[in-house]
């Protein structure tokens, strides 16, 4: 990446939206994601002043403790632009008195590696004052510097053929659609990492979980967790996606049900782990309720669990990457959320009946998009039964289906289930 040109970021577009209509906006995400990067850059475009701090700074940190009031004030008219302001959580009352004062769009932009409004300290939500955006790693999308964001949703509700996908996955003047390299699925996104060789790569994810244990760990939820912090993200990563047994994983780790509740609220506030609900309407059988969750980048979870480009067939590691693949589409989708032109929740299902659908999108007029994720290159019935299972238990919604998988078959079945390389997700257009 050095010496390139820069890697765009399509969440740029729904900051600078929320900047136009709300006086504070919080860019937050893991570590080393570019929320420093993306929101310079933004500050630079501002058309009114803009004074920049860093709680990274020791003066700075301690003027703002020492007087919370005048510090969010010292903008005047302009734009305060604030980063790592999860360090100081007392802020968040001044700010609000401020705000509540002047309801100007766009006085604040904040930005911090915790979720702010999750850290112990805070004393308020600024709820109908703020709006809160997530950065995560990059998409596929951005590291191949697509000129226009993926939109993989808009695309398939314009339900196009079979002919007309396969020109779209290939891409104009690239040949034959292709399987999907695990290189892809290795690498993530995390901009520090991603354009590292893999040995590289692997020892700058070892060291970064390792710094987060030993300090943010610690500021966050207090002693006992840095102690545990790297089991248990190695405990995630094994699942790539997966329910998660709050139980099981105590039992793993040998800590109580209510310990490893707050450990896993930890990593929530450390942007660490993401989770899609269980989706639960109303259907014919009872839906099991509990979230899916994921480390927040496919590079991380393969790092952790040892996952190589030569050993991702071998026995055992083969259904490890199968889980890493369907958490990469989980977060492809989720990425997108951010700035795709359609409105939607990210969903899991499961019920008592044994019938599982790896996601569902629940779009705003009730349409469902039910998807199973396969990471071999051929694709068999169970998945298309899985789908079909689901689609007669919710008759009351227009359902698509979709299948991707890591081969190169894209076709249409009975003209509402889409068989797809997983490439899709970020080809589509």
């Known amino acids: 990446m050095r010496g390139e ?10 900051v600078e939206e929320s900047l136009a209509d709300t006086p504070v906006v919080v860019v937050h995400g893991a570590r080393q994601v570019g929320k420093s990067t993306l929101v310079t850059a933004l500050a630079s475009g501002c058309r009114q002043p803009v004074v920049s701090v860093t709680f990274d700074d ?29 360090r100081v959580p007392e802020i968040m009352l001044p700010l609000k008195a401020n705000v509540d004062r002047d309801r100007r769009p766009g006085r604040f932009l904040l930005a911090g590696s915790a979720d702010v409004f999750r850290v112990r300290g805070v004393g308020d939500s600024l709820a109908g004052r703020v709006e809160s955006v997530r950065l995560m790693s990059f998409s596929q999308g951005e590291l191949a510097r697509r000129e226009q964001p993926e939109d993989f949703v808009a695309a398939l509700l314009r339900r196009p053929a079979a002919p007309e996908l396969v020109g779209m996955v290939a891409g104009e003047g690239s040949g034959p659609v292709e399987p999907l390299s695990p290189t892809v699925v290795l690498a993530g996104g995390f901009p520090e990492a991603t354009f590292r060789t893999p040995r590289r790569r692997d020892a700058w994810f070892r060291t970064y979980i390792r710094r987060l244990a030993d300090h943010d760990a610690y500021e966050y939820h207090g002693g006992g967790f840095q102690d545990e912090m790297e089991k248990l993200t190695r405990l995630l990563a094994a699942g790539g996606a997966s ?5 099981r994983l105590a039992g793993d780790l040998g800590t109580s049900d209510s310990t490893m509740g707050t450990y896993l609220r930890t990593l929530r506030t450390m942007n660490l782990l993401v989770e899609v609900p269980s989706w639960t309407r109303p259907v014919r059988g009872r839906a099991v309720r509990r979230p899916k969750a994921a480390l927040t980048d496919t590079g991380l979870s393969a790092g952790l669990g040892r996952l190589t480009q030569d050993n991702v067939q071998k026995p055992g590691m083969r259904e490890f990457y199968g889980a890493v693949v369907e958490q990469l589409v989980m977060l492809e989708l989720i990425k997108q959320q951010g700035w795709s032109s359609e409105t939607f929740e990210i969903y899991h299902y499961r019920d008592n009946d044994d019938l599982e659908v790896d996601l569902v999108i629940d779009l705003l007029d009730g349409r ?3 998807i199973e994720v396969k990471s071999g290159q051929t694709v068999k019935t169970d998945a298309f039964k899985k789908l079909e299972r689901f689609r007669d238990k919710v008759s009351d919604h227009d359902v698509i289906g979709v299948v ?9 079945l009975h003209d509402w289930i889409y068989v797809l390389p997983i490439q899709a997700l970020w080809k589509l257009d």
């Open 5 to 14: 040109e820069p890697v765009p970021r399509f969440q740029s577009s729904a």
């Open 58 to 86: 020791p003066e700075t940190l301690e003027a703002a403790r020492m007087d919370p009031t005048g510090f969010v004030a010292q903008a005047g008219q302009g734009t305060l632009v604030i980063d790592e302001v999860q």
């Open 243 to 247: 329910e998660i047994v709050q139980s």
């Open 368 to 370: 469902l998009i039910a």
């Open 404 to 412: 991707f998988h890591g081969g190169k078959t894209v076709q249409v």
